[in-house]
T-cell receptor, first 114, second 109 residues
Framework: SAVISQKPSRDICQRGTSLTIQCQVD?????MFWYRQQPGQSLTLIAT?????????ESGFVIDKFPISRPNLTFSTLTVSNMSPEDSSIYLC???????????FGPGTRLTVL | DAKTTQPNSMESNEEEPVHLPCNHS???????IHWYRQLPSQGPEYVIH???SNVNNRMASLAIAEDRKSSTLILHRATLRDAAVYYC??????????FGKGTTLSVSS
């Protein structure tokens, strides 16, 4: 199983600023994904982070608001840009190895926007 | 994406078996049945997956109906630590997981 860490674990930010969340996997993985979990809700997929190419975004999420990088097979970042209080959520990354069915999740980054 | 239907909540007593149902009548041939759970204040945790046959692992068992239109996650002896939201998700291997609302399992001592 893969072990995933995220930084920061939590943050409180001011409206209009941006925050970059880091996701580090302890082994090389094929797929990495970013999710958002709003308070009291289930997880919503934001995008698939593709290594060496642009991320693939789900409906309702755009690159200008949530730019994603994936420079190698073990690391990805998600930036939440020009934040508003509606962006207050837990942001989670997950990974899956080549040919693997099971995915592993990071502990999440709890973001509060004031 | 194929949709699943789960009860909103279930209750169990410690040490008793728990059967968590999931209906997925529109499942396609390439869809695996995935189960994840999310304990309070944690990221989701993989529990088990299956395609056509019943599966067992150290955490749970997965019973899949012959027509694959429903499945049941079985926790053989519930503990307080099993209190979580359990998600039944369909999808091919290596693709993103689309989460529904899941079943909130409460376990009483």
């Amino acid at each position: 199983s893969a072990v995933i860490s995220q930084k920061p674990s939590r943050d409180i930010c001011q409206r209009g600023t941006s925050l970059t969340i880091q996701c580090q996997v302890d082994s090389q993985v094929t797929m990495m994904f970013w999710y958002r979990q709003q308070p009291g809700q289930s997880l919503t997929l934001i995008a698939t982070a593709n290594q060496g190419s642009e991320a693939t975004y789900e409906s309702g999420f755009v690159i200008d608001k949530f730019p994603i990088s994936r420079p190698n097979l073990t690391f990805s970042t998600l930036t939440v840009s020009n934040m508003s209080p509606e962006d207050s959520s837990i942001y989670l990354c997950s990974s899956a190895g080549l040919g693997a069915v099971e995915q592993f999740f990071g502990p999440g980054t709890r973001l509060t926007v004031l | 994406d194929a949709k699943t239907t789960q009860p909103n909540s279930m209750e169990s007593n410690e040490e008793e078996p728990v059967h968590l149902p999931c209906n997925h009548s529109t499942i396609s041939g390439t869809d695996y049945i995935h189960w994840y759970r999310q304990l309070p204040s944690q990221g989701p945790e993989y529990v088990i997956h299956g395609l056509t046959s019943n599966v067992n692992n150290r955490m749970a068992s997965l019973a899949i109906a012959e027509d694959r239109k429903s499945s049941t996650l079985i926790l053989h002896r519930a503990t307080l630590r099993d209190a979580a939201v359990y998600y039944c998700i369909l999808g091919p291997a290596g693709t993103a997981l689309i989460f529904g609302k899941g079943t909130t399992l409460s376990v009483s001592s």
